[in-house]
């Protein structure tokens, strides 16, 4: 039983090994990370593996240019194969005011140093000819977007983090947090009570549960976002772009011989459930053969929900001594962003631990913006 540490994470998945990698590379010594189930077990392995600069928010372009400099060396600096592609993210517009909200979004990623650019429905169909871009106004791309495996990059933040001494704790819950006097003063498992002045809160779906540990509410709930995967299929290219179709929130890329494929279901509720429905295929199926006609051909071979975890304005609660306890961290509530800005996320983390300070404007994702009323809400969120 581990009775004392300098920092305790809470949450297993990407954005959990990232932080704990990044304070070990600053020299934290005696870093546990517990995890109630198994590594990246949670809404990590069940991600789209998405990873784009196409945001809408200053703030948000400048956490994912840093992590994508991390994907692009993952391989050779972690010595993890991660299956990174960049092939582009395809941004499509078919109602008029998407369309003036991309111009205006690119304006700010190209100031940003976004190798983004719009494309006018013929570029797109020289670009993509397989789609059906009748009712498409306008899109944008960035060649240097793309995807890769979650769990491949969760393992390889977790074996650096070994390397360098930080204690791994799988099926080990946080159970509750203990503060007096307005201070983090331990983290108590099923394995027994951890004394620790610094608890980070990276559990992803089960953020708001254990802000409840520390005696907070957080504004943070899980939704259920349903993925399926195509038999391999070879009537499309090898290598096509994640194509977004803005207005539905559909989405399609290749997943090696096969084409992975998800849209947001906008009358579901919160919950745990990460089963998927052949009802709601069927829908995904047809946006899918609507906007590439060639997919109606696919056949259906797999399925899964994952969870995003939603705030009130799509941002992230990230920052220190949140809601006033001294010690206690949060990196939660990305909407769907959180794996492909943990490089930079984790960075963060540990900078704000070891030093109190961080180079990236965090003041979007205080906590304290919801009841201030001061909403910056990121517009790219499918």
Not at 312 to 327: K, S, T, Y
Request: aromatic residues 10%; contains cysteine.
């Amino acid at each position: 039983m581990i009775e004392k540490a300098s920092v305790v994470i809470i949450g297993g998945g990407v954005m959990g090994t990232s932080t704990a990698y990044h304070l070990a590379k600053l020299g934290c010594q005696d870093v546990v990370l517990v995890e109630k189930n198994q590594l990246a077990s949670g809404s990590t392995s069940l991600s789209a593996g998405g990873i784009r600069l196409q945001f809408s928010l200053e703030a948000n372009i400048r956490i994912s240019m840093e992590s994508l400099r991390t994907f692009e060396r993952f391989a050779e600096e972690f010595e993890a194969e991660i299956d990174f592609r960049q092939h582009g993210y395809l941004f499509l517009a078919t109602e008029p005011r998407d369309w003036a909200e991309f111009q205006a979004n690119v304006a700010v990623q190209q100031r940003a140093g976004v190798p983004v650019r719009l494309l006018s429905p013929e570029e797109i169909g020289d670009m993509a000819p397989y789609l059906y871009l009748d009712d498409v106004v306008g899109g944008t791309f960035c060649p240097r977007d793309g995807y890769a495996d979650p769990y491949s990059v969760t393992m390889g933040f977790a074996r650096q983090a070994r390397r360098l001494g930080v204690r791994i704790c799988e099926e080990t819950e946080a159970l509750d947090i203990k503060v007096s006097e307005g201070k983090v003063r331990a983290v108590v498992t099923n394995e027994g009570e951890i004394a620790t002045p610094v608890a980070v809160n990276v559990a992803g779906p089960w953020a708001a549960q254990v802000g409840r540990l520390a005696g907070l509410e957080l504004p943070v709930q899980p939704y259920r976002r349903q993925v399926f995967v195509t038999a391999p299929f070879d009537e499309l290219p090898k290598q096509i772009p994640m194509i977004i179709d803005f207005a539905p929130s559909f989405y399609f890329r290749r997943e090696g011989a096969s084409i992975l494929m998800g849209m947001t279901d906008q009358e579901e509720p919160p919950s745990f459930n990460t089963n998927f429905d052949l009802e709601f295929l069927v829908e995904v199926a047809e946006k899918a053969a609507y906007r590439a006609p060639v997919l109606d051909r696919a056949g259906f071979m797999r399925g899964w929900g994952g969870l995003y975890t939603i705030t009130p304005d799509d941002n992230p609660i990230i920052g220190r001594d949140i809601g006033g306890v001294e010690g206690f961290y949060c990196a939660v509530g990305f909407s769907g962003h959180g794996f492909m800005q943990s490089p930079a996320v984790g960075r963060i983390l540990a900078d704000l631990i070891t030093s109190g300070q961080t180079n990236h404007d965090l003041s979007p994702f205080r906590l304290e913006r919801f009841e201030a009323e001061e909403m910056i809400g990121e517009k790219r969120v499918v």
